[in-house]
């Protein structure tokens, strides 16, 4: 039996899907070699909470684009992206 056009197509999306699913809010292991990225967070896809205190978790900025929301991006890079502004890091309690 031949697969059909729509089979495969609902296949390759699922696929897309699960792995879209897996890779998000992942934090980097090494927090070091990566910056805070404002400004570019895509809406529900920012990686922990507001800078300005609005909500404390990750996936729940409510726009694309906010000044305040952020994602890491590898260090170096966030002023590479239109719009991306590096945010500040706290300092590690210790």
Request: aromatic content about 4%.
């Given at each position: 039996m031949r697969p059909t056009t729509t089979s495969i197509l609902t296949a390759t999306i699922a696929g897309i899907a699960t792995l879209g699913a897996s890779q998000a809010f992942a934090v980097p292991d090494n927090p070091k070699a990566w910056e805070k990225c404002a400004g570019v967070a895509k809406?529900?896809?920012?990686?922990?909470?507001?800078?300005?205190?609005?909500?404390?978790?990750?996936?729940?900025?409510?726009?694309?684009?906010?000044?305040?929301?952020?994602v890491y991006v590898p260090a170096g890079t966030c002023t590479k992206i239109t719009g991306g502004v590096v945010a500040k890091t706290k300092p590690a309690k210790g």
């Open positions: 809406a529900g896809r920012n990686d922990c909470g507001a800078l300005d205190g609005a909500h404390g978790c990750a996936g729940q900025a409510p726009r694309d684009n906010l000044d305040t929301e952020w």
